[in-house]
């Protein structure tokens, strides 16, 4: 019987609307205890490791998952189900992707519908994701988000719907598998990604997103002591507008990193175009390009990456995923 490790986290899949209609944390989770579901094939060990509404999340709760986890392989457990609030499930993902080894199916899911709503979707996503945890198709395949009978990569799942049960999409890649009466059907191959087993997540990194007229003001602000790097959601294929570009020169300076991706929804950040403020003179400037992450993706990795004990060179290409 496979035994599987279930962290519950918080979210909308563990809360209930009160009488006035707004949804709030529920004293009892409704998912604790499940055993019964799964017929005998299944040993679910339930935690509830804490309770938070998701825009709660923090780094450094993350990195209590990843330990929690990492003691569970210790313990010879077969998966992990993470039950998760949706609107920081993406980070919370990929930040577990970048530190845990790929050694055990590890699987996240969360509900758009708290569990007294009609058409509550927590139970039915929750299922799904103890199926795919203790299928043996789903191990070496890194951190899996199964969300409405899809499977998606950590990597490039983001959440694109602000109520819809169908929210989570895989921009341009689409997901890599899919669920049929609880049995898994992978239809893509999973690329690897570099695994690293940091104990700390310090630093300060920011994300800004471009905008037409944008100027320098807003780096200037950010520069501080403090600042360790910077994730701009840059405008088209990997552009600026040309105002900002003397001082993210004074940061670049610095030795501070600064990686850009597209604030598009779909296709990756490019040096493509040469004119002032163009991708081709970011990336002569310095300037990162983390291709195919979204801007809070590449915050994740950009942290992940600093407390790496990276050297500068190692640092760019973890960054740049080469």
């Known amino acids: ?139 070496n395949k890194g951190v899996l988000v199964v969300m409405n009978d899809e499977i998606h990569m950590a990597k490039y ?29 992978f239809t893509k191959e999973v690329m690897p990604e570099e695994v690293c087993d940091i104990k700390s997540v310090a630093g300060e990194v920011h994300l800004i997103k471009a905008y037409a007229g944008m100027d320098g003001q807003i780096f200037q602000l950010v520069n501080t002591e403090s600042l360790s790097g910077i994730v701009i959601e840059s405008l088209g294929a990997g552009n600026l507008p040309p105002a900002v570009l003397k001082e993210l020169q004074v940061i670049l300076d610095r030795g501070i990193p600064i990686v850009l991706v597209s604030r598009c929804s779909n296709g990756i950040a490019e040096d493509i175009y040469a004119y002032e403020g163009g991708g081709v003179e970011l990336k002569k400037r310095g300037v990162i390009f983390a291709r195919g992450l979204n801007g809070q993706k590449a915050r994740i990795r950009l942290m992940v990456g600093l407390n790496s004990g990276k050297n500068d060179g190692c640092l760019k290409l973890f960054l740049a995923g080469e």
């Open 157 to 185: 799942v983001t959440k694109t719907h602000t109520t819809n049960v169908a929210t989570f999409r895989t921009p341009t890649f689409g997901p890599i598998g899919m669920l049929t009466k609880g049995k898994t059907f």
């Open 1 to 139: 019987m496979k035994q599987i490790l279930v962290l519950h986290t918080g979210g909308t899949i563990s809360m209930a609307k009160d009488a006035g209609g707004g949804v709030i944390l529920s004293d009892e989770n409704p998912l604790m205890n499940q055993n019964e579901l799964f017929q005998g094939e299944v040993e679910l060990i339930v935690e509830e490791i804490f309770n938070l509404p998701s825009p709660h999340m923090t780094l450094e709760r993350m990195l209590e998952l990843k330990e929690r986890i990492m003691l569970g392989i210790e313990e010879g457990i077969d998966g992990v189900v993470i039950t998760h609030g949706t609107d920081t499930l993406e980070e919370t993902a990929y930040f577990l992707e970048l530190t845990v080894p790929k050694k055990i199916a590890v699987v996240i899911t969360g509900a758009m519908r708290s569990s007294n709503e009609i058409g509550s979707d927590g139970l039915y996503n929750f299922i799904s994701a103890v199926w795919t945890a203790a299928s043996d198709e789903s191990k």
